[in-house]
């Protein structure tokens, strides 16, 4: 029974990469029911637009097509996601860690909100913003989408730096 549920979430979880830009999910439409236990989430690598190092695992629908998604998202110690903003509303909630978000065009950890375990933060379309994590963190997204990440300075655009 393991082995088919296994199986199941890694059908459904698998995480491939499209046209070298982005990372898609070939999570499949849910019309019932999930469940799913922390043992059967498959975590990956996450998508080339956000820095290396954090992991993701894909809950519910395809973050890169219409519709609704959850997705989780593992950082490591001293991870960074420089300034950028996303073209549709973004709902986070912190699991375990702290993740720090601030406000506007750079980083400026002394003005960053520290959101720890519990916590939750909306972020309305368009919104400048940036985050980092001091030690690992979990958080869990939600929204409707596709989910995007456009960052200020194209310099700091992970997919550009792949190229050179």
């Given at each position: 029974m393991k082995g088919i549920k296994?199986?199941?979430a890694s059908v459904v979880l698998t995480l491939a990469v499209v046209a070298g830009s982005s990372l898609a999910v070939a999570a499949a439409v849910q019309h019932e029911q999930r469940f799913l236990n922390v043992e059967d989430l498959i975590w990956q690598q996450a998508p080339p637009a956000l820095p290396p190092g954090a992991k993701v695992?894909?809950?519910y629908g395809n973050p890169f097509h219409r519709g609704p998604f959850v997705i989780r998202m593992e950082?490591?110690?001293g991870y960074v996601i420089p300034p950028h903003y996303h073209s549709m509303p973004e709902n986070l909630t912190v699991l375990s860690g702290t993740l720090y978000i601030?406000?506007?065009d750079v980083v400026n950890e002394a003005k960053a909100h520290a959101l720890k375990?519990?916590?939750y933060h909306y972020l309305?379309?368009?919104?400048?913003h940036y985050a980092f994590s001091k030690e690992p963190a979990v958080v869990q997204l939600h929204g409707n989408g596709p989910f995007d990440i456009?960052?200020?300075?194209?310099?700091?655009?992970?997919?550009?730096?792949?190229?050179q």
């Amino acid at each position: 029974m393991k082995g088919i549920k296994s199986l199941t979430a890694s059908v459904v979880l698998t995480l491939a990469v499209v046209a070298g830009s982005s990372l898609a999910v070939a999570a499949a439409v849910q019309h019932e029911q999930r469940f799913l236990n922390v043992e059967d989430l498959i975590w990956q690598q996450a998508p080339p637009a956000l820095p290396p190092g954090a992991k993701v695992t894909i809950l519910y629908g395809n973050p890169f097509h219409r519709g609704p998604f959850v997705i989780r998202m593992e950082t490591t110690a001293g991870y960074v996601i420089p300034p950028h903003y996303h073209s549709m509303p973004e709902n986070l909630t912190v699991l375990s860690g702290t993740l720090y978000i601030g406000d506007g065009d750079v980083v400026n950890e002394a003005k960053a909100h520290a959101l720890k375990a519990g916590g939750y933060h909306y972020l309305p379309a368009r919104s400048h913003h940036y985050a980092f994590s001091k030690e690992p963190a979990v958080v869990q997204l939600h929204g409707n989408g596709p989910f995007d990440i456009i960052y200020l300075n194209p310099k700091d655009d992970p997919r550009k730096k792949s190229m050179q």
